[in-house]
Structures are given as C-alpha cells and as structure tokens.
C-alpha cells in the first residue's frame, strides 16, 4: 500500500518530540515575554489571538500575524508562541492567533476567520504602538495556506478588500487542496472536493501586491516541494515578487523550530522581513 505522503507522522521519527519542544520553547519565550493573551477578534470561543511585545515597543513598531498549522482540524495559539522571537528581535509586535477548526466548521468559514483577525490587529494596532502600514503575516503547514488568502480570493469568491499584508512568509504550505479529501485527513477534516477545488491558491486569484517568501524543509515530503515550487513559478509568471528557498536537514516539524530562531537562517529571514515591512 502506497504511503500517504501527507501524513507526515509517518516520516518523522521523533514527530511527538518535537511537538513537545515546540509547544516548550513557547512557553519559555510566553514567561519572558509581554503576553497580551486571549484578546477577541470575533464572537467564537477561538477566534482569538494573542499579542507578544517587545520590552520597551518603539512607536511605529512593525506588526506581525502568524497562522499556526494542524491540517484545519487541529492546532492551538498557545504552542506556537515561540514564532514570536524573531519578530521581538526585529523590534515588531507579534500575534499569534487561532481559529475554528474541521470538521465542525467549514473551509470558507476558516479563510473569513483569517481575514477577519488580520482587520482586527490592523484596527488595534495603534493602541500598541504597532504601524499598521509595516504589516506582515506568515504561517506553517495549513497556517501558510490560509496566510495566502490575506492576499489572494478563490475562484468563487466575488471579490472585496483584503487586509493585505506587505510581505507573506509561506511555510510548508499546501497549495493545491485535490490530495486532502482521499488522503488520511478523510475522516478527520472530512474537507469535501468542492471546497478543495474552491480554496486552493495554485487556482486562486493571487493579488501582486505583497512579496511573497516559500519554503519548506528539504526532508519534507513531496507535495510540499512541488506545490511551493509551483505557487512560486505561477506568482512569478505575474510579475509578482517571490523568494523560493529550501530549509536543509529540517523536516515538516523541525522547520518550527528553525523558524522560531532567530539565529537560525530561517528565523533570519522572518526577522528581516519584519525589519524591512
């Protein structure tokens, strides 16, 4: 039987390990830092976000949303408070946040969830001493794919304004959504091949307007290599900006790590393109 290449337990060997780390290292950087936890962006119970500041924020300070990975079916704000440290290195005000999960709640549903949360940071920006002209988002796994619709619609979609950032940092994302219905995730997301179809970027309506960053780890499985390498090409063939790199020796999990880093080249680049936002 052929293996499921999105199945990414099945290729890493030390996968709750490194789970246990990540959500670790969140909470050691969570005790350091100017945690602002659980403000509300909509009326869910998890359409929440929370905000990491600096020590001493500059007025003006860059603003930086990420999006946390789980395939839509799982994942918490709380384990990924680590993504934070880059950005505080870089002077910027991160948030992390959350939102509902599949099967209980639909794709469309999630994408609005996303979209909704980048307007409300922008909205409350100010009260923080954050620039919401210097706004950056980035996210992991499923977290990149609904990042990208900050700045893309659907093939379906009527399109309206976007709380568009100015750059987008795109983590092992998944970009062409026709494997997830027949794949592992069939009875745990239950994603439907209509929504599939409606919500894959490779299929989406890309805006020009941010520069966009992807990248995955070099022991990644297949899929994440071809379909970053083929949003990367597509966006390209715009005219858009894009940055196609490759994180050698890290895996779909590792690459949290390396992204939460900030001496790490991964975790470089995030925090450069926050500087530079």
Excluded at 59 to 80: I, N, Q, T, V
Excluded at 158 to 181: F, H, M
Aim: with cysteine; glycine share 8%; aromatic share 6%.
């Amino acid at each position: 039987m052929a293996q499921d290449l999105y199945r990414n337990r099945d290729f890493i060997p030390d996968f709750d390990a490194l789970m246990a780390e990540t959500a670790a290292r969140s909470r050691d950087l969570a005790a350091r830092a100017d945690l602002r936890a659980d403000l509300a962006y909509g009326p869910g119970p998890r359409e929440r976000m929370d905000l990491l500041l600096p020590p001493s924020p500059r007025k003006g300070a860059p603003l930086h949303l990420f999006l946390h990975g789980g395939y839509w079916r799982s994942g918490r704000k709380e384990d990924h408070w680590l993504v934070a440290a880059p950005v505080l290195a870089a002077g910027g005000i991160a948030t992390i946040a959350t939102y509902d999960l599949m099967p209980g709640t639909r794709l469309p549903r999630i994408v609005a969830q996303i979209r909704a949360a980048a307007r409300h940071v922008l909205a409350v920006a100010p009260e923080f001493g954050a620039d919401p002209a210097r706004f950056t988002a980035s996210g992991h796994s499923a977290g990149a794919h609904l990042a990208s619709y900050l700045a893309a619609h659907g093939p379906d979609e009527v399109p309206a304004p976007l709380p568009v950032p100015r750059a987008l940092l795109l983590v092992s994302g998944i970009y062409d959504l026709s494997g997830i219905p027949g794949s592992f995730l069939k009875d745990e997301a239950k994603m439907t091949p209509e929504e599939a179809a409606a919500w894959s970027p490779l299929t989406s309506d890309q805006l020009p307007g941010p520069r966009r960053i992807l990248t995955c780890g070099a022991a990644e499985t297949a899929p994440f290599h071809d379909q970053s390498a083929a949003l990367a090409a597509r966006l390209q063939g715009q005219g858009a900006a894009v940055e196609l790199r490759r994180e050698p020796g890290l895996n779909h999990l590792s690459v949290v790590l390396a992204l939460a880093d900030p001496q790490a080249p991964l975790g470089q680049r995030l925090a450069d393109m926050v500087a530079e936002a």
